[in-house]
């Protein structure tokens, strides 16, 4: 079964970026849809942003125009570029293939 990874979480003031990573271990990798989610402490995991074999990209409302996800394929790796972050940004992001989730890192956003 396919394996995933995340990293690049960390502390960040409003305002500031981070780029968060998922590399997944298993094959298959380019037919995958694959997707960012997030989890705040309490709350739902909500869907932040995902991307097609093709590239074809989606976004929720309360990121777009301020993170992009991306996908190198030969390397298997998946990125979630986070720019102007807000303090409601803050949660364990999580990534997710199919039928598989990481483990999740946490992005914490406060000056």
């Known amino acids: 079964q396919v394996q995933l990874r995340e990293s690049g979480g960390g502390l960040v003031q409003p305002g500031g970026s981070l780029r968060l990573s998922c590399v997944s271990s298993?094959?298959?990798?380019?037919?995958?849809?694959m997707a960012w989610y997030r989890q705040a402490p309490g709350k739902q995991r909500e869907f932040v942003a995902s991307?097609?074999?093709?590239?074809?990209?989606d976004y929720s409302d309360s990121v777009k125009g301020r993170f992009t996800i991306s996908r190198e394929n030969a390397e298997k790796m998946v990125y979630l570029q986070m720019n102007s972050l807000k303090p409601e940004d803050t949660a364990v992001y999580y990534c997710k293939g199919p039928s598989v989730w990481g483990q999740g890192t946490q992005v914490t956003v406060s000056s």
């Open positions: 991307i097609n074999n093709l590239g074809g990209t």
């Open positions: 298993g094959s298959i990798f380019m037919a995958f849809t």
